[in-house]
């Protein structure tokens, strides 16, 4: 593997321990990369973040779709949470009576950053899809990774603040695969796409050489609407 390569899948299968989802399936993902994953709901995005995910493990920031936040837990607790496993059991249940006042600062001008200031006392139960979004990213951020890995973490925000989401995630992190559904995002904002389709990747290209049409061929229910006015005219 060169050195600008962070993994190399070679002709791996790739899927649960139940289903391999996309077979013999070959990639490579380079330092300095914002790779955009597309591809219909179900064509495995989620389960090639996994794969990433447990391959880079150390060096990934993960930003789950579920957001995996605990509903009861204030919003400082729950971005605390991207780093527990940097301390001790006993540091991490003192923060839960006692918030560490340095970690207080530091989620309280990222917080600032996402937009959520003001609201770090408060329980993820009672924030909106978009606040609780922004936790969710927080708590990627708050990782200091080098990788980020998200999935769909812009999917509940308007399209002015996803970018400016994405722009706060570039600025942590050098390398990126975001699963996201906004296939102008994927072209504005990334450098490559990947795309999958029936089990495969059908696309690993630069976005300066890809148009919207490109993007839509991922997606078979785009064929299905484009083709059924020409099969109601055949019928017709
Ligand atoms: N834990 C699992 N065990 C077995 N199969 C799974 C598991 N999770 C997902 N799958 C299957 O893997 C396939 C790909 O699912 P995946 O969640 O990766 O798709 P996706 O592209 O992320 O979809 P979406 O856009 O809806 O999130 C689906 O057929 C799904 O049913």
């Not at 060169?2 to 790739?14: K, P, R, W």
């Not at 064509?43 to 995910?53: D, F, H, Q, V």
């Not at 390398?175 to 995002?185: M, N």
């Not at 690993?204 to 050489?209: E, G, N, P, S, Y």
Request: proline content about 4%; overall charge neutral.
């Amino acid at each position: 593997m060169s050195v600008t390569e962070l993994l190399s899948l070679a002709d791996e299968d790739v899927g649960h321990a139940s289903q391999v989802v996309l077979p013999r399936l070959s990639l490579t993902l380079r330092v300095g990369e914002r790779i955009a994953l597309l591809g219909q709901s179900g064509a495995g995005k989620s389960t090639l973040l996994a794969t990433l995910r447990r391959r880079l493990a150390a060096d990934a920031a993960w930003c789950p779709q579920s957001h995996g936040l605990v509903p009861q837990l204030a919003v400082y607790h729950n971005v605390y949470m991207g780093r527990l496993e940097r301390h001790s059991a006993l540091a991490n249940l003192w923060n839960l009576i006692r918030p560490d006042r340095r970690a207080w600062t530091e989620i309280e001008t990222l917080c600032g950053e996402l937009g959520l200031a003001g609201l770090l006392r408060r329980p993820v139960a009672r924030l909106s899809g978009g606040q609780r979004q922004r936790v969710a990213i927080a708590r990627a951020l708050y990782q200091r990774r080098r990788l980020f890995l998200g999935d769909e973490p812009v999917a509940s925000v308007d399209p002015h603040q996803a970018l400016r989401l994405l722009a706060l995630i570039d600025a942590r992190h050098d390398t990126s695969v975001v699963a996201l559904h906004q296939r102008e995002l994927a072209l504005s904002h990334f450098d490559r796409v990947w795309g999958l389709r029936d089990g495969r990747l059908v696309l690993d290209a630069a976005t300066d050489t890809l148009t919207l049409d490109d993007l839509d061929r991922l997606y078979p229910d785009a064929d299905a609407a484009s083709s059924a006015p020409a099969d109601e005219a055949a019928h017709g």
